[in-house]
């Protein structure tokens, strides 16, 4: 599997799958979760909607990932999943690695080759930068035979230089 760490803006992505990095009520938000639903349209949120009156009534668990039509936007669907928020005092790196991994899943459940990732957590859930590329390469390592390429869309280019120097890091070999 090809690993891609891009600055761009996930909605313009052209993949199969765009992974939200949602907020457990699954109706929309600020960051990349508000983008998405704005950008989608009616039809993520329709479907998000019907998700909460089903399955996720209390909402999608930390950790969790669920699949709705990408609406409006060029992928075919979006993968929904709600990183932690980071503690300086309690460990959560699984939960946040988690989060790639049951996204990876349910892309390959959907069939997709080529899925796109933000930097979960890292924005208003204080992830710092660094470390959540390092969680994501981490969690990345052994996807679904079935995906391709995965690209870690990162929002601009100084969250691209410190997810280079993670990936350079977290090289096999430099271990």
């Known amino acids: 599997m090809q690993i891609e760490l891009v600055t761009g803006d996930i909605t313009a992505e052209r993949v199969d799958a765009i992974v ?16 998405i639903h704005r950008k989608g349209g009616p039809e993520i949120l329709a479907e998000c909607r019907a998700l909460r009156a089903s ?5 999608l668990p930390v950790g969790q990932a669920v699949a709705t039509t ?6 075919r669907w979006v ?8 503690s300086a005092t309690e460990d959560r790196s699984a ?15 959907l069939g ?3 899925v796109a990732f933000p930097l979960i957590s890292s924005g208003v859930y204080r992830w710092p930068k660094e470390d959540a590329v390092t969680q994501a390469l981490t969690a990345l390592q052994t996807p679904p035979p079935t995906v391709e390429l995965v690209r870690l869309v990162l929002f601009d280019d100084d969250t691209r230089q410190a997810a280079e120097r993670a990936r350079q890091r ?6």
Do not use: F, K, Q
């Not at 990408?70 to 992928?75: F, N, V």
């Not at 993968?79 to 980071?86: A, D, E």
């Open 70 to 75: 990408a609406g409006r936007l060029p992928a």
């Open 170 to 175: 977290h090289e096999p070999g430099d271990r």
């Open 95 to 109: 939960l946040l690695r988690g989060c790639y991994r049951n996204a990876l899943t349910v892309a390959a459940e």
């Open 55 to 59: 399955r996720y009534g209390r909402g």
């Open 112 to 114: 997709a080759i080529s």
């Open 79 to 86: 993968i929904h999943t709600v990183g932690p928020v980071w």
């Open 20 to 35: 939200n990095a949602a907020n457990s009520s699954l109706l929309g938000g600020g960051g990349v979760d508000g983008a």
